[in-house]
């Protein structure tokens, strides 16, 4: 069984900085797409960014900048650098990752339980 297990919530002020890592355990082939998404308080969950296995990296526009995605596969774990936090960064923050199980070679997507990320003003 897969599990994605994030860590690094935490309450800062605005201008401050927080990363978040998310760590996948279980038995599986591989690990395609690593990324992180937002559930803002009355809003829909959005894309934050993406990673893929060659280190390809893809941002939401509202990031510009301020957020660094990366992975270490060898521990099977993605991280979410935040910088120049602002108040409506504030959110629900969830990590995904679509895996290949083991003899199946069919890649499946699988969510953390979500992590609270509050900027303060």
């Known amino acids: 069984q897969v599990q994605l297990v994030e860590s690094g919530r935490g309450l800062v002020q605005a201008g401050g900085s927080l990363r978040l890592s998310c760590a996948a355990s279980?038995?599986?082939?591989?690990?395609?797409?690593m990324g992180w998404y937002r559930r803002a308080p009355g809003k829909q969950r959005e894309l934050v960014a993406t990673i893929i296995r060659d280190g390809s990296t893809n941002y939401a526009d509202f990031v510009q900048d301020r957020f660094t995605i990366s992975r270490d596969d060898a521990k099977n774990t993605v991280y979410l650098q935040m910088n120049s936090l602002k108040p409506e960064d504030t959110a629900v923050y969830y990590c995904?990752?679509?895996?290949?199980?083991?003899?199946?070679?069919?890649?499946?997507?699988?969510w953390g339980q979500g992590t609270q990320v509050t900027v303060s003003s």
């Open positions: 279980g038995s599986f082939f591989s690990i395609n797409v």
């Open positions: 995904n990752a679509k895996i290949v199980l083991v003899g199946t070679g069919i890649e499946y997507g699988y």
